[in-house]
């Protein structure tokens, strides 16, 4: 939730306040590919290229809120 809630002030420190169009998630195992934990901040989450689109739909077993 910290990070969370880090990313949206980023965001917002970034100029975009509207979150309508924003994917923060994380991915779980085995869907990762570092040893660490990272929130994925996506914006404008619109312009996610179709072919990457599987890796941050948010509620599925790859990419979670």
Do not use: N, W
């Amino acid at each position: 939730e910290r990070m969370a809630k880090f990313g949206k002030e980023v965001l917002c420190e970034q100029g975009i306040t509207d979150l309508k169009d924003v994917r923060l998630g994380f991915h779980q195992p085995p869907f990762i590919s570092v040893d660490h934990l990272h929130l994925h901040v996506l914006a404008p989450a619109s312009q996610i290229s179709s072919y990457m689109e599987y890796k941050f739909t948010p509620g599925t077993d790859r990419f979670i809120i």
